[in-house]
Every structure is written in C-alpha cells, then in structure tokens.
C-alpha cells in the first residue's frame, strides 16, 4: 500500500516533496522498526536537540554579544578630571579637551556636564542629593579610530602633564574582565552541548545494542540467507536516521518557540549576562544544523555499534 | 557420487570435482560432547543425498556446519574449494549466498509478508524488485502461496511456512540446496510435490541435500543416503 501510495505521488510529479518525506516518514524495514526503539527514543532525541539548541543558542549569542562589547569599548576612551582645590575644573576640562582633540586617531570628543555626571549618579545616590558642592570628578569621553588608535600611553603622558589629576581609563581592565566572563559563558554552553551530543551517542549506542539484541533471530536468518554486515547496518541505520530527523525536528521546533517566546518576553529575559531579546535572526540558521547532526551522529553510532556487534558473531 | 570416510587416497582431492568436502570432522557445542565424531565425506555438484537418522543423532548439526552457522572443532571443511576454518568473516556471506537452506524450524520473519520473505535473498544481493518481482510471485504460485502473498507469517498455516521456507531457499538458485525436514509439517500430497522441486532443482544443476525422517521420501528418490548414528556418518545405496 505504501508503494502505491508512492508511485502516485511520483506520477504528481511531487519528486522532491516525495523524497524530503521519505526522510520523515520510515519505509519498510527489514529490521522491526517499533519495539524498543520507537516513540521513545524519538522523545529523547527530541529533548535532547532541545537542549543543544539552547546551548547553542546560547553559545552564539554570548560569542556575539561579546564580539560587539569589544569593538564598541575599543573604539572609546573616558578622560576622568578630578577637582583639585586650586584649579578651576571648567578650565582643566577645557585644557584636556584641546589635548585630546589635537591627537591623531582621535575622531571625537564630548565632555560631560556636570549635570551629565550627576544624573550618573542619580541611580546610586537618589534624585537631588547630589550637592553643589560636591568634589564630582568630570568625564570625557573620548572615541578613537579602532583601526588606527592613538598611542594611549603618549597622549595618557601628555594629557597628565597639561591637567595634573586627569586619567585616561582605556576600558581594557573592565573590558578585559567582561570578555573573560563572557568567554566562560560560551565555553559553558559548548560544554553543555559537548555532554548533550555524547548522551546521544551512549542512548543511540544503547538503543542499537537493545535493538540487535531484540532481533538477533532475524539478524541471523539475514546472515545465513548470505546478508553483509553492511546490510544489517543499512537497515538499522535508516531506522535511525528517521529517528534522528524527527526527534530532531521536534526538538528544532520547540527550541525556535523557546526563543521567539524569550524575544516576546522582551529585555527581561536575560541568559548568560547577555540581555535577550530572543535570538538574533543570523543564528537561527544555525540551529537548523542541529537537528542534521543529530541524525548523522545517530546513524554513524548505529552503523558503528552494528558493525562491532556484528563481529562478535559468525 | 559419495565417498564413504576413511579414504586417504593422495590424489583424491585432485581427481573427484567437490562442492562439499568433510575431512575427520568432530564438533560440540562449548565444553560438551562430542555431537559429531570423524565425520568424512563428500558432495559432488548436481548430486542429490539424503540424510537419514535417529532424533538427536547430529542431523542439525550437520547441516549447520554446511551452512556456516557453525565452526567445526576439529577436522576440515572445503566448501567451493574453499577452507571453512581459514575463510575470513567477511568472505562468508559470499559462500552462504551459494546455499540455499530450509530450516527445520522455518525461521520466517514475521513482520514481512510472504512475498517479502522470499525475495530477501534477492534483496540482500541487491537487487532492484522490478527485476525479480515477476519471478517470485511465479514461485509463489508455484508452491501454492499464491493468494498468501501478503500474508505474513504468524497467520500462516504449518504447511504454508514449510512451502514458504522452501520458496526462500530456492528463490536465488543456489549452488547447494540444504534442507531440514523439509516434508515435516505437509500432507503426503504436497511432500509429494515439493520432492519434485528438489529433484527438479537437482536437475537443473543444483546439489541438494535432505536431512528426514521420512522413509518414504527417501525410497521415492532412490537417492544415496548418508545415515547419521552417534554422531558417525555411514553411507547407504
């Protein structure tokens, strides 16, 4: 009936739907696809796509959060003027600014107004606390040319000697820290996905052995009949791979939900330090990949356990 | 045809063509005894045996060591010209696909249909359906399975999984033709019948070997027969 189901369809001239189906819906095997390995197995693949889409997800996301912070923070300088009790800071922020402006590699300068700072402030101290006569350092911040900076350590000289109590604070330490927590995060996310594809393997391994196991009898009426191993491989690894596929769609679907529904919660969400507004649109693609590799690491352990399982026999 | 043991004649081996040759072969299973004990014979292509004795007298196990489910423990066995205990794994399959065999015990799979049953030795070969299809439903008919084709083994009656096995074992025309008990669970009119396949197959080319119990089959042929006592192998006519 399946056959005749198929032929129709070729007849439509639905080829190429046809063949991507075929991939979904399992033909007859020789080997009893349902048994141990059905339903199940299906639901576990699916969870575990599941799970390695979020760390993958995850992964990227951190990767790419972090890529911008460092080019947004190399490409800026903040000039910190403290007040000093004999000099006018006005004048000294005066003073930096035209330091720094005539640099080279130095694109733009803005100072910061008093009003500026304090209301930097405001979220530490309340609103209207700041007095006026509070000693308030002043910023400027400063934004340079990251493909051909200044020299820091020359214009941090310069601009100490013309404003005694300036400080050029390069970000790095502060960006240096930020990367280092940021790269942790992604390296635990690709560990995540590391633990996620090697309990695959072991469940698609176990799986496989169980499914041998169950059908010894037809495994070896198959080798007596004059069957290869790489028969009985064939035949148990398309039974995964259609496993692999439609776990691993499952699992791809409610990833994708996952993280449309973090970019429908909005800015609340957050994974991993990184402020989510669900995933970036340039790495769903990538997610599409998992539930492929899901399937190749599915039928490369099924064919390898089969052919290790098979040597044991005559 | 058949060569009693015994015979170390030196140039045997050159002068009589083989297609099964057994050299002092023992065989048990584990630790146990002893179920076969200096077995010696030989099979000729196009020859057509019986092989007669009591239950439990090594039939089986016989007929195991000719379709390579089983290693000997001791003695030597060329099958095609070729060593059976020197053969590589993966050498096998090769050697399998030129026998056919009959298991006492049908050995069906029981989620395929009838139809599917007896072209997987075609399938495992390769080959695509449309180029076997026409053939197998032929012998389908042939041994009365006809409007049992997409019947699947469970719902088959004793006699109908008997013609199915036989169908599966002559489907690929082998070489060599093994068969268990093959008219065990038939009425006399269709052992009757599937005896004549066999000696039809034998005359087209193919060896064929039965291992029974029935007396009258064996008379019917007039074939020779190798009678299996305590594990020996005596020959008779």
Same mark, same amino acid.
């Given at each position: 009936?399946?056959?005749?189901?198929?032929?129709?369809?070729?007849?439509?001239?639905?080829?190429?739907?046809?063949?991507?189906?075929?991939?979904?819906?399992?033909?007859?095997?020789?080997?009893?696809?349902?048994?141990?390995?059905?339903?199940?197995?299906?639901?576990?693949?699916?969870?575990?796509?599941?799970?390695?889409?979020?760390?993958?997800?995850?992964?990227?996301?951190?990767?790419?959060?972090?890529?911008?912070?460092?080019?947004?923070?190399?490409?800026?300088?903040?000039?910190?003027?403290?007040?000093?009790?004999?000099?006018?800071?006005?004048?000294?922020?005066?003073?930096?600014?035209?330091?720094?402006?005539?640099?080279?590699?130095?694109?733009?300068?803005?100072?910061?107004?008093?009003?500026?700072?304090?209301?930097?402030?405001?979220?530490?101290?309340?609103?209207?606390?700041?007095?006026?006569?509070?000693?308030?350092?002043?910023?400027?911040?400063?934004?340079?040319?990251?493909?051909?900076?200044?020299?820091?350590?020359?214009?941090?000289?310069?601009?100490?000697?013309?404003?005694?109590?300036?400080?050029?604070?390069?970000?790095?330490?502060?960006?240096?820290?930020?990367?280092?927590?940021?790269?942790?995060?992604?390296?635990?996310?690709?560990?995540?996905?590391?633990?996620?594809?090697?309990?695959?393997?072991?469940?698609?391994?176990?799986?496989?052995?169980?499914?041998?196991?169950?059908?010894?009898?037809?495994?070896?009426?198959?080798?007596?009949?004059?069957?290869?191993?790489?028969?009985?491989?064939?035949?148990?690894?398309?039974?995964?791979?259609?496993?692999?596929?439609?776990?691993?769609?499952?699992?791809?679907?409610? +990833?994708?939900?996952?993280?449309?529904?973090?970019?429908?919660?909005?800015?609340?969400?957050?994974?991993?330090?990184?402020?989510? +507004?669900?995933?970036?649109?340039?790495?769903?693609?990538?997610?599409?990949?998992?539930?492929?590799?899901?399937?190749?690491?599915?039928?490369?352990?099924?064919?390898?356990?089969?052919?290790?399982?098979?040597?044991?026999?005559? | 045809?058949?060569?009693?043991?015994?015979?170390?004649?030196?140039?045997?081996?050159?002068?009589?063509?083989?297609?099964?040759?057994?050299?002092?072969?023992?065989?048990?299973?584990?630790?146990?005894?002893?179920?076969?004990?200096?077995?010696?014979?030989?099979?000729?292509?196009?020859?057509?045996?019986?092989?007669?004795?009591?239950?439990?007298?090594?039939?089986?196990?016989?007929?195991?060591?000719?379709?390579?489910?089983?290693?000997?423990?001791?003695?030597?066995?060329?099958?095609?010209?070729?060593?059976?205990?020197?053969?590589?794994?993966?050498?096998?399959?090769?050697?399998?696909?030129?026998?056919?065999?009959?298991?006492?015990?049908?050995?069906?799979?029981?989620?395929?249909?009838?139809?599917?049953?007896?072209?997987?030795?075609?399938?495992?070969?390769?080959?695509?359906?449309?180029?076997?299809?026409?053939?197998?439903?032929?012998?389908?008919?042939?041994?009365?399975?006809?409007?049992?084709?997409?019947?699947?083994?469970?719902?088959?009656?004793?006699?109908?999984?008997?013609?199915?096995?036989?169908?599966?074992?002559?489907?690929?025309?082998?070489?060599?033709?093994?068969?268990?008990?093959?008219?065990?669970?038939?009425?006399?009119?269709?052992?009757?019948?599937?005896?004549?396949?066999?000696?039809?197959?034998?005359?087209?080319?193919?060896?064929?070997?039965?291992?029974?119990?029935?007396?009258?089959?064996?008379?019917?042929?007039?074939?020779?027969?190798?009678?299996?006592?305590?594990?020996?192998?005596?020959?008779?006519?």
């Amino acid at each position: 009936m399946a056959e005749e189901r198929s032929e129709k369809r070729e007849d439509a001239g639905e080829a190429e739907s046809r063949s991507l189906l075929r991939l979904l819906v399992e033909t007859k095997s020789v080997m009893p696809a349902a048994g141990a390995t059905g339903l199940p197995l299906v639901l576990v693949i699916a969870a575990m796509c599941f799970l390695a889409s979020l760390a993958l997800g995850a992964a990227l996301s951190v990767g790419g959060a972090t890529a911008d912070w460092t080019r947004d923070l190399s490409g800026a300088l903040t000039v910190e003027v403290k007040p000093a009790r004999d000099k006018n800071i006005d004048t000294q922020v005066e003073t930096a600014i035209k330091v720094l402006t005539g640099a080279e590699g130095v694109l733009s300068v803005h100072a910061l107004t008093v009003a500026d700072t304090q209301a930097l402030l405001e979220p530490w101290l309340g609103k209207g606390n700041v007095t006026e006569d509070l000693p308030l350092p002043r910023l400027i911040d400063v934004r340079i040319d990251a493909r051909a900076p200044p020299d820091i350590a020359a214009l941090a000289k310069r601009l100490s000697d013309a404003v005694p109590g300036a400080e050029l604070d390069t970000h790095r330490q502060w960006q240096a820290e930020l990367v280092r927590a940021a790269h942790a995060a992604e390296w635990l996310a690709y560990a995540v996905l590391a633990v996620v594809a090697a309990t695959t393997i072991a469940i698609v391994t176990f799986a496989t052995r169980a499914g041998l196991s169950a059908n010894r009898e037809v495994v070896e009426v198959l080798h007596l009949i004059g069957a290869r191993d790489r028969f009985v491989a064939a035949e148990i690894q398309r039974h995964f791979l259609h496993l692999g596929l439609r776990g691993g769609a499952i699992g791809l679907a409610l +990833s994708v939900a996952a993280f449309l529904a973090l970019g429908w919660q909005g800015n609340a969400a957050s994974m991993f330090l990184v402020p989510m +507004s669900g995933l970036r649109l340039q790495y769903y693609p990538a997610l599409v990949a998992v539930p492929l590799v899901a399937a190749l690491v599915a039928v490369v352990t099924a064919r390898l356990t089969v052919i290790r399982t098979l040597h044991r026999m005559l | 045809m058949f060569s009693p043991s015994h015979v170390p004649n030196p140039g045997f081996h050159d002068t009589v063509p083989s297609m099964i040759r057994f050299e002092n072969v023992g065989m048990r299973y584990g630790m146990g005894p002893e179920v076969l004990r200096d077995v010696s014979f030989h099979l000729a292509p196009g020859s057509l045996h019986f092989l007669t004795g009591p239950s439990g007298a090594g039939k089986t196990s016989l007929l195991k060591l000719m379709f390579l489910a089983q290693r000997p423990s001791r003695g030597l066995i060329t099958m095609f010209d070729r060593d059976i205990a020197t053969l590589p794994r993966a050498e096998l399959p090769d050697i399998r696909r030129r026998v056919g065999v009959v298991f006492q015990e049908f050995r069906l799979i029981d989620h395929l249909t009838t139809y599917e049953n007896i072209a997987l030795p075609l399938k495992i070969q390769g080959r695509a359906e449309e180029s076997y299809r026409a053939d197998v439903k032929e012998l389908l008919s042939w041994v009365g399975l006809g409007e049992r084709m997409q019947a699947k083994p469970p719902t088959l009656s004793g006699g109908e999984k008997q013609r199915a096995a036989i169908a599966r074992a002559v489907v690929a025309q082998p070489d060599l033709l093994l068969a268990d008990e093959p008219t065990g669970n038939v009425d006399p009119e269709m052992g009757k019948r599937l005896l004549r396949l066999f000696i039809e197959l034998n005359r087209l080319g193919t060896s064929v070997l039965i291992a029974t119990h029935d007396h009258a089959l064996v008379e019917q042929a007039r074939a020779p027969e190798l009678v299996l006592q305590n594990g020996r192998l005596t020959v008779r006519g």
